[in-house]
């Protein structure tokens, strides 16, 4: 499975697009690149999932470029609701079972 | 919208009591996740379960603990002597494959397990 890394912590102010990089430099030719997100006493919820360019859904972005060794979550104009972990995670569904491996994760706050 | 559910969501037990977590999931997900998180840590991998057994499991996951379906909706997490340090809020997900060659994870709301 693909190591991945993330700033610790990053601040923003509603209103504004916050931009996420994480780094996975060994990512395999099967790996897809997914994003959850966690708040406070619950569970990860899913956010976007993309293999390469760019994907767009109605919460995010997920911006991947050609070498994939990197990718970025953009959540354009953050509100204080948008304070939670934010996790890169990397890997394939395997034989039958897609072995989850969170790293620390992000915590963004959103200040007013 | 469907969604993963858990009960009990808060689970108080004494040390070496054995307890059963339990978790609905979306009914036509085809796979299966239990997670751990301990307070104020990240979110660990414990298991995964596809066609009735289990495909993945992290070093945790020792004998300590087992997974079940049981029938049609309830896939269940034991643990069958708790210790201290098994005090964790516990995650199940379901998941289905996606286009390409992963999956897409919903988790339910968890239970907080405490041993005492």
């Known amino acids: 499975l693909a190591k991945t890394t993330q700033p610790i912590s990053m601040d923003s102010y509603e209103g504004q697009e916050v931009n996420i990089t994480c780094s996975h430099n060994?990512?395999?030719?099967?790996?897809?690149i997914t994003w959850y997100q966690q708040f406070p006493s619950q569970g990860p919820r899913f956010i976007i999932q993309g293999y390469k360019t760019k994907v767009t859904n109605e919460v995010a972005s997920l911006f991947i470029p050609a070498d994939r060794k990197s990718s970025t979550l953009s959540l354009p104009r953050v509100s204080l609701s948008d304070t939670a972990v934010y996790y890169c995670l990397v890997g394939d569904m395997g034989t039958g079972g897609f072995k989850t491996i969170f790293g620390a994760g992000t915590r963004l706050f959103v200040k007013a | 919208e469907p969604e993963v559910t858990q009960t009990p969501s808060h689970q108080v037990t004494q040390m070496g009591q054995e307890v059963i977590l339990r978790c609905v999931p979306i009914s036509n997900h085809l796979y299966f996740y239990w997670y751990r998180q301990i307070l104020g840590q990240k979110v660990e991998f414990l298991v995964s379960f596809y066609n009735n057994e289990i495909s993945e499991k992290s070093e945790i996951f020792d004998d300590q603990f087992s997974v079940e379906r049981p029938d049609g909706s309830n896939f269940t997490l034991k643990i069958r002597s708790t210790k201290l340090e098994d005090s964790a809020m516990y995650f199940c997900a379901s998941g289905h494959r996606t286009s390409g060659d992963t999956d897409t994870q919903y988790f339910g709301p968890g239970t907080r397990l405490t041993v005492l």
């Open positions: 060994n990512i395999a030719t099967n790996d897809y």
